[in-house]
């Protein structure tokens, strides 16, 4: 309802749309164009603050309560001309209106990513510190109410307020601390999965205490009131299980995966969540609840959660969301925080808040005899805040229990306690990752039966054909135990709300194996266990979840951990139906760049033009070419190498290419450079060479050949010839000139960058191999004791 103005009357009605400035009609006076602007400004406001504020490592959430704030009467809106313009009193009702609109599909898409099965599968441990990291908080927040309603809150009504109170001191924001432990990459330790699990059961207690206060704050003063409250929102979430449930269950199983989701029953599920929502309202408990309790009972299995998620997350995290965040900040005036009494009491409810969760958190982990340092960490982790907590703040002022001094207190009380979660994190524990040594971290090797470790890449469906094929290729002679492929998928941690559901994937999929206790309906997760049945080699999924800039991160501490000796990624563009190369995204380019530089083994770049078609080959059909074309050097006998590891499948012949120069054209080495290195870099490739040459792996599938060369044309011609071959595999820094003209993509190497070019070959895969140079690996080698022994307690529960 509008409140009344100076004057006594009600704000005139805004009418929707103007007729335009040239018909002297100021548009910031109508309801639409206004609309628009306030959207625009916050958007615009809160990313860049979100900008300013992602070196300091702190989640967006920080950015948009903080934008709020200073776009309300704290900060910009002490200027009554910017206020009455931009956020005139009138326009409040269509602001708040659209906010909350924005704020039901957000909790909707909330609900969507809570799952109950592995809430249900919580461990003892992470229960009891879940329980004791919300009890001891409420009652500290019981206590905390008294001194408020004593000081600064005199009047309100207490039962409400002890309820509101308990519930802002105890919540854990879930979402801001999956997004934390993915940025500081700690969701696969044993701390990230203790802290994800006690933040899902204490996100379920925080709703049933929200509801809980929302009863208890009605304006009806009869005691019948909260009770019949409680039973009418206990009957909704019944005929949510009994009526809704089925509803989209129907739906969902009519949506089969590869096939679109009919428009229909996104329709039909969007409209559910509004009516659920108009019911949960009517009942007396805020319509939020009902949003929230029709994406909780929606279908996870299948495409159709999916589909929802992606059409509706964009629109109303990147657009309505934030205005919840300025329509709270408008209401916070932290200038109503005056004199030392009010300041003291600030201090007092964020020291009693990080008390209660930390001191409560601690204390449950010791008993649980979780080390001091990890309980710490856990304590400061379950002290995050988030979007639940402005909800139940913005909830409690809505309804008269908190006035805005109280209010405001308890704003900058979530806002302190969530901004110093990072940097007490890090300073608490932040395990090393770096790994111990090791010896195989290179193809070339003395023992060829010794088992081979690989750790394969992909971004998508699209790589994993081919990834199979180049597995099958590399099996050998296929006895068990000598080729061991761990299948990293990559995925950016994006703000969208459904990184959240890759964080719970990854508490499984992550460093570790992937867990196989329950049957993954992953296709990508299916395809190599596929794969694995029929071969005998050991396919082990697993999942990377991380912001792009830092996921090398993660896949150079997973090769080390896991101890591969070679990391193969997909190059960053693939082939489209004309042969031209497309690039999928210049991060995914810096990333590939960034493991050559950091690799604590080889590495091998694919190029995928659809080795062995768009499926899986099996091994009886299997007939590749592959050509290694030998220039010399560390990278070409790496690359020469992994050529003899394939050559030992029964359906492969290789062919392998020695260029030699008349005249010196292949030198690399400037004039002026040691003659001796030269010379005896030349005699470490004679000698390898002709070990390969006396090795039985090849007998009867291997080919040799010498190609005199006098300039770089005779060595494109002589490549060309051999364009129709399946794979190349090339070192990526070989002893020769650049072979085109063009410097894009140095990470390919001369050769590389001719054979991946669209003028070259459109049918012929390369792998650009770079070898592993232990002279030029200066990173320490010292093991984190507690992360190694959380790596190994989690990979022993999963495989």
Same mark, same amino acid.
């Given at each position: 309802? &509008? ?166 001191? =105890? ?24 802290? @994800? !699990? ?18 208890? +704050?009605? $304006?009806?003063? !009869? ?93 109303? +995290? ?9 329509? +709270? ?11 030392? /009494? ?89 395990? &090393? ?11 070339? #090797? ?10 394969? %890449? ?73 794969? /694995? ?12 979840? =991380? ?16 101890? *591969? ?10 082939? #489209? ?17 960034? *493991?050559? /530089?950091? &690799?604590? %083994? ?17 091994? !009886? ?22 050529? @003899? ?47 390969? @040459?006396?090795?039985?792996?090849? $007998? ?88 190694? /022994? +959380? ?5 022993? !529960?999963?495989?």
């Amino acid at each position: 309802m &509008a409140t009344p103005n100076a004057t006594g009357n009600c704000p005139t009605a805004m009418k929707a749309s103007s007729n335009g400035a040239f018909q002297n009609e100021n548009p910031l006076d109508y309801a639409l164009p206004l609309i628009i602007l306030q959207i625009c400004l916050v958007v615009v406001f809160t990313r860049l603050l979100a900008y300013l504020l992602k070196p300091l490592k702190q989640p967006r959430v920080i950015a948009e309560i903080i934008g709020g704030i200073l776009l309300g009467p704290t900060a910009l809106g002490r200027s009554k001309v910017y206020l009455d313009t931009i956020f005139p009193e009138k326009s409040m009702t269509v602001l708040d209106t659209l906010a909350n609109i924005g704020l039901l599909f957000f909790l909707f898409l909330v609900g969507l990513e809570l799952d109950f099965a592995a809430i249900r599968k919580t461990g003892k441990k992470s229960l009891l510190i879940a329980l004791a990291g919300i009890s001891l908080p409420f009652v500290i927040g019981v206590g905390a109410s008294f001194i408020l309603s004593s000081t600064i809150s005199k009047g309100v009504h207490q039962l409400p307020f002890i309820v509101f109170m308990g519930v802002a001191l =105890s919540i854990t924001a879930f979402p801001v601390l999956a997004r934390i432990l993915a940025e500081l990459k700690l969701l696969t330790t044993d701390v990230g999965r203790m802290a @994800m !699990s006690a933040a899902g059961v204490n996100d379920i207690a925080a709703w049933i205490f929200l509801a809980l206060a929302i009863a208890l +704050s009605g $304006n009806d003063s !009869s005691s019948l009131v909260p009770l019949w409250v409680l039973l009418s929102g206990s009957g909704f979430v019944i005929f949510a299980i009994l009526v809704i449930k089925p509803i989209l269950g129907f739906m969902a199983k009519r949506c089969p995966e590869g096939e679109p989701v009919k428009e229909l029953y996104v329709c039909v599920t969007l409209t559910l969540v509004l009516a659920a929502s108009f019911l949960t309202d009517t009942i007396g408990i805020h319509a939020l609840f009902g949003a929230f309790v029709v994406g909780i009972v929606t279908p996870k299995q299948g495409p159709f959660c999916r589909i929802l998620t992606e059409k509706i997350e964009d629109l109303v +995290s990147g657009l309505l969301l934030p205005l919840y965040f300025a329509s +709270s900040g408008l209401k916070t005036d932290v200038t109503t925080i005056r004199g030392a /009494q009010s300041w003291g009491l600030l201090v007092l409810v964020i020291l009693t808040t990080c008390f209660g969760k930390i001191v409560g958190t601690v204390g449950a982990s010791m008993l649980c005899k979780v080390p001091f340092r990890e309980a710490m960490a856990l304590g400061v982790l379950m002290n995050t805040k988030g979007l639940v907590e402005l909800i139940v703040l913005n909830i409690g002022k809505d309804r008269k229990v908190l006035n805005d001094q109280v209010f405001a207190i308890l704003v900058l009380m979530a806002l302190v306690t969530t901004f110093i979660t990072t940097p007490l994190l890090l300073a608490i524990y932040k395990p &090393a990752r770096k790994g111990a040594p090791y010896k195989h971290r290179t193809i070339q #090797r003395k023992d060829h039966d010794s088992e081979l470790r690989i750790l394969a %890449c992909f971004h998508s469906t699209r790589n994993i054909p081919t990834l199979i094929n180049m597995i099958e290729s590399s099996r050998g002679t296929g006895l068990k135990g000598r080729l061991c492929v761990y299948a990293m998928h990559l995925m950016e941690l994006s703000e969208r709300s459904s990184a959240i559901a890759m964080v719970h994937k990854a508490r499984y999929n992550g460093l570790p194996i992937w867990n196989k206790i329950e049957r993954s309906t992953d296709q990508m997760v299916i395809a190599f266990e596929g794969y /694995q049945h029929l071969r005998a080699v050991a396919v082990r999924p697993m999942t990377a979840i =991380s912001d792009l800039s830092t996921i090398h991160e993660d896949i150079c501490t997973s090769a080390h951990q896991k101890r *591969v000796a070679m990391i193969l990624l997909p190059f960053h563009k693939h082939q #489209r139906m004309d042969g031209a190369m497309e690039s999928i995204g210049h991060a995914f380019h810096e990333v590939n760049k960034r *493991v050559l /530089q950091q &690799a604590p %083994c080889s590495v091998g770049i694919l190029v995928d033009r659809g080795l062995g078609g768009a499926s899986h080959v099996v091994a !009886s059909e299997v007939d590749y070419k592959i050509v290694v074309p030998f220039f010399g050097g560390l990278d070409d006998r790496e690359a020469l190498a992994y050529g @003899m590891k394939m050559v030992e499948h029964p359906g492969i012949t290789l062919t392998i290419l020695k260029f030699v120069a008349s005249r010196g054209t292949l030198k690399r080495f400037e004039k002026g450079e040691e003659e001796e290195d030269e010379k005896k870099e030349k005699e470490i490739d004679e000698e390898f060479v002709r070990e390969l @040459m006396n090795d039985p792996r090849g $007998n009867e599938s291997l080919a040799y050949e010498e190609r005199v060369v006098e300039s770089k044309e005779d060595v494109r011609a002589t490549l060309k010839a051999t364009s129709k071959c399946n794979l190349f595999v090339v070192g990526r820094n070989a002893a020769v000139v650049p072979l085109v003209n063009s410097t894009d993509c140095p990470e390919l190497g001369p050769v590389g960058r001719l054979l991946s070019s669209s003028e070259f070959s459109t049918t012929a895969s390369v792998l650009v191999v770079q070898g592993y140079d232990s002279a030029a690996d200066t990173r320490p080698v010292v093991e984190d004791d507690d992360y190694e /022994q +959380s790596s190994r307690e989690i990979g022993d !529960s999963t495989v």
